[in-house]
C-alpha cells in the first residue's frame, strides 16, 4: 500500500504565504501524476495543481500566478507553495498521487489539511 502524509496547512492572513508538502512512502514502487486539489466546505473537491513525473505542472486558473507546485521524486513529494492567498483560498486541501505498488496501479489521496485565509 502507499500512504501520502501531508503537512504544512495552517491560519494565514489574507495576501500571506504558506507551504504545504505531500510524501507518498510505502510500498512505492513509482510515482507517475501527482497533484494537489481543495474542497471548501459544501462544494465540490477541484483541482488546483497537477505535476507529472517530468516535472511538468499545471494550474487551475484561479491560482495562476500565485501558487506554485514543485516535485522532488527523490523524496517522492510534491510541495504547493501558495502566495498572495486570498480568503476565497479557505478549504481543506488533498494531496493526490497516481502511483504503483506491489498491489498493482491506482490513485491515493492523503488525508487532507486545512488552510484558513483571514481578511
Known amino acids: 500500500q502507499v500512504q501520502l502524509v501531508e503537512s504544512g496547512g495552517g491560519l494565514v492572513q489574507a495576501g500571506g504565504s504558506l507551504r504545504l508538502s505531500c510524501a507518498a512512502s510505502?510500498?512505492?514502487?513509482?510515482?507517475?501524476?501527482m497533484g494537489w486539489y481543495r474542497q471548501a466546505p459544501g462544494e465540490q473537491r477541484e483541482l488546483v495543481a497537477a505535476v507529472t513525473e517530468g516535472g511538468s505542472a499545471n494550474y487551475a486558473n484561479f491560482v495562476k500566478g500565485r501558487f506554485t507546485a514543485a516535485r522532488d521524486n527523490n523524496k517522492n513529494t510534491i510541495y504547493l507553495e501558495m502566495n498572495n492567498l486570498k480568503p476565497e483560498d479557505t478549504a481543506v486541501y488533498y494531496c493526490?498521487?497516481?502511483?504503483?505498488?506491489?498491489?498493482?496501479?491506482?490513485?491515493?489521496w492523503g488525508e487532507g489539511t486545512q488552510v484558513t485565509v483571514s481578511s
Open positions: 493526490n498521487a497516481d502511483a504503483v505498488s506491489f498491489l498493482g496501479r491506482r490513485s491515493y
Open positions: 510505502g510500498s512505492v514502487l513509482r510515482v507517475n501524476a
